[in-house]
């Protein structure tokens, strides 16, 4: 892969608008590619899958952090979770604050993808249930969200959050029958909640 298609794809991953297109890719039965609309086949996830677990097993190692990687496709997407059977504080050191340090390995594995298998990724990584807890919490965020509009008629500005939380909180003001945008730039990219 050559330096400059390297940095074009690296750039289109950070595509502020991209959970905009993700929203749509994940409308689709197999998931649509979001560079193509094509259908991504479960071979290509499977070996997505395949590459992210052994670049995380060998991070895990290299930070002498004990914890098990379990590989899910569905929905057109791979996902990969980092478990222990104890406690342990390694892998909560991996979460990070609100999510950051996650992100950032999300992030990274991806890139790891990329590198080794030329093609854009759209895994989702999760370490130690934190994305199942996180989806809770903003479950309730858009109904507040909601419930406020309702009540004030007014549009309802939420916090900054990743794209990918922005995805579930969109997709839970839709089903409740409300508007959701996503305003700003950068690291204050934010839902706007509105009637219409």
């Keep these: 892969m050559s330096a400059e298609s390297t940095e074009h794809a690296i750039s289109a991953e950070f595509d502020e608008d991209r959970d905009d297109a993700l929203s749509a890719a994940d409308d689709s039965p197999q998931g649509a590619d979001a560079g193509t609309g094509k259908s991504v086949s479960a071979s290509r996830l499977e070996e997505e899958g395949d590459v992210a677990a052994d670049y995380?097993?060998?991070l895990l190692d290299i930070a002498d952090i004990d914890?098990?990687?379990?590989i899910e496709v569905r929905n057109g997407r791979t996902y990969i979770s980092i478990v222990a059977e104890e406690e342990a504080a390694g892998l909560d050191?991996?979460?990070g604050r609100?999510?950051?340090v996650l992100e950032a390995l999300q992030e990274l594995t991806r890139l790891a993808v990329l590198s080794a298998t030329e093609n854009r990724s759209r895994l989702v990584l999760d370490i130690n249930g934190y994305r199942a807890e996180r989806a809770g919490d903003l479950q309730k965020i858009a109904e507040d969200a909601v419930a406020a509009v309702k009540d004030s008629g007014e549009a309802v500005a939420l916090a900054p959050m990743s794209a990918y939380e922005r995805k579930i909180v969109h997709d839970a003001v839709a089903d409740l029958g409300l508007v959701s945008e996503s305003e700003g730039e950068g690291a204050d990219r934010h839902i706007v909640v509105s009637a219409d």
Excluded: A, N, R
């Design 93 to 95: 050191s991996l979460v």
């Design 67 to 70: 914890g098990d990687i379990d």
């Design 98 to 100: 609100d999510g950051e």
């Design 56 to 58: 995380l097993e060998e």
